[in-house]
């Protein structure tokens, strides 16, 4: 069964130091990953994805993410945090099969970044 | 691009009235949409995926005569709670996946509050 643990519920970083987001999956196929974010009250937004190329992908508001295949990971970085990252974000994984190629998702990490 | 709206944003009714919710894929075309529905600090639940011109696909254990769902063009799909009950009180988010440079990604709305007195 396709699936995608995000193994913290939170994470607090100081401003200005580099903040890991993590996120593991499982899946049978080649991995379609992406990571959202959500603002209080907000709908998602998109940050970036991974189809296929480089592991190394970057995205909006200076994220990036890695794509590892062995340890079946895609966690999101940014090397230097602001207060204005604290919000709720999401990892979710697809293959290109079936299913409406609808998104699985994560259970969210929090990230408070303080001041 | 792909900017997606819903309305209304936030929306207060009684118990046992219907309530629309729209959403629109502003400058691109959906082939396909999502209904999600979200509880505070959880995760997104997928309610059902419709795709233009074609009935919704419900997710198990979504009853799809109380959550009508309408694809009927390629920038708007509908959500209908009908006599909707204080238990439907929630956070409703659509998405919308589209052709071309759209294909690949989910691109969401701001969400509608649902409150049922």
């Known amino acids: 069964a396709q699936s995608v643990a995000q193994p913290e519920d939170q994470v607090n970083v100081a401003e200005g130091n580099p903040l890991t987001v993590k996120c593991t999956y499982s899946?049978?196929?080649?991995?379609?990953l992406f990571w959202y974010v959500q603002y209080p009250n907000r709908g998602l937004q998109f940050l970036l994805k991974?189809?296929?190329?480089d592991n190394l992908v970057k995205g909006s508001y200076g994220f990036e993410a890695e794509f590892n295949k062995s340890q079946t990971s895609f966690h999101l970085k940014k090397p230097s945090a602001l207060v204005s990252d604290s919000a709720l974000y999401f990892c979710?994984?697809?293959?290109?099969?079936?299913?409406?190629?609808?998104?699985?998702w994560g259970l969210g990490t929090s990230l408070a970044v303080n001041p | 691009g792909a900017v997606v709206s819903q309305h209304p944003s936030r929306v207060i009714c009684k118990s046992g009235t219907s309530v629309k919710i729209e959403c629109r894929s502003l400058?691109?075309?959906?082939?396909?949409m999502f209904w999600y529905r979200q509880f505070p600090k959880q995760s997104l639940m997928l309610m059902a995926t419709?795709?233009?011109?074609?009935?919704?696909?419900?997710e198990q254990g979504v009853e799809k005569d109380k959550f009508l769902i309408n694809h009927a063009s390629l920038t708007l799909s509908t959500l209908t709670v009908t006599s909707a009950h204080p238990e439907d009180s929630s956070f409703y988010i659509c998405?919308?996946?589209?052709?071309?440079?759209?294909?690949?990604?989910?691109?969401f709305g701001p969400g509608t509050r649902l409150t049922v007195l």
């Open positions: 899946v049978s196929g080649n991995p379609y």
């Open positions: 400058d691109f075309q959906a082939t396909t």
């Open positions: 998405s919308a996946r589209g052709g071309g440079a759209f294909t690949d990604t989910q691109y």
């Open positions: 979710a994984v697809r293959t290109n099969a079936g299913n409406n190629r609808k998104l699985i």
């Open positions: 991974y189809i296929t190329g």
């Open positions: 419709s795709n233009e011109g074609s009935k919704a696909t419900y």
